[in-house]
């Protein structure tokens, strides 16, 4: 009778037991279940900032428009005009026409030269796109010497890392801002324009 009472104690722990495994799974599966929708949520409002990020990117219009010359790039910019010195020989050789592009923006206006082994910028603007730091250069290089040079009455601020070599030259005329940046393609990344080079481009640059 006793080994009949024992068997039916153990028995009915047993059912206990299993009843009670039986329950906790449901909460378990209830758990994951809302960890799972927690995390897919998440993942949602990640690719949707990504999307939202690319999609004002893409709908951020290019300020700057290609133009074919000079003239067209002061008529675009809203300056009275844009003179570059296309032929004119300095120590790179000729600025060359045929390796010379123009493009503008409101109150801007540029110029691009290629030469061989390094690229010219010429640009003239107004002084409402004029930043404090660079002006309108666009250019944010350290330079370790900054000089002046008079051209024709004309006060030019040089920059550049050799003495004689500018890589970065400034100047204002008439109410205009002008600036020449030149910048090595080559193994010469300091590679600047000499005195002679912007005694002859500066005054021709109008």
């Known amino acids: 009778m006793k080994k009949l009472i024992t068997l ?3 028995s009915s722990v047993l059912v206990l037991a299993l009843a009670g495994c039986g329950g906790a799974q449901p909460a378990a599966s209830s758990s994951a279940a809302a960890s799972a ?19 004002a990117q893409v709908g951020m219009a290019n ?33 060359d026409p045929e390796h010379t592009t123009f493009r503008a923006m409101e109150s801007l206006a540029q110029a691009n030269v290629e030469f061989p082994a390094v690229s010219m910028t010429i640009r003239k603007g107004a002084a409402s796109v004029a930043d404090d730091e660079v002006g309108i250069t666009g250019d ?35 109410g205009a801002y002008y600036s020449i940046t030149v910048e090595g393609l080559g193994g010469d990344t ?6 002679d080079d912007l005694s002859v481009l500066v005054p021709a640059i109008m």
Do not use: H
């Open 140 to 174: 944010y290089r350290d330079c370790s010497l900054t000089w002046t040079q008079d051209i024709d009455g004309i006060e030019v601020k040089c920059s550049g890392n050799r003495e004689d070599a500018s890589m970065i030259t400034t100047w204002t005329n008439g």
């Open 37 to 55: 929708e927690a995390s897919a949520q998440e993942s949602s409002v990640q690719e949707s900032s990504v999307q939202e990020s690319s999609e």
């Open 63 to 95: 300020p700057w428009s290609d133009v074919a010359s000079a003239e067209e790039a002061a008529q675009s910019a809203g300056l009275g005009g844009f003179v570059v010195p296309l032929g004119s020989e300095i120590s790179l050789g000729a600025l």
């Open 190 to 195: 300091d590679y600047g324009l000499s005195a």
């Open 8 to 10: 039916i104690g153990i």
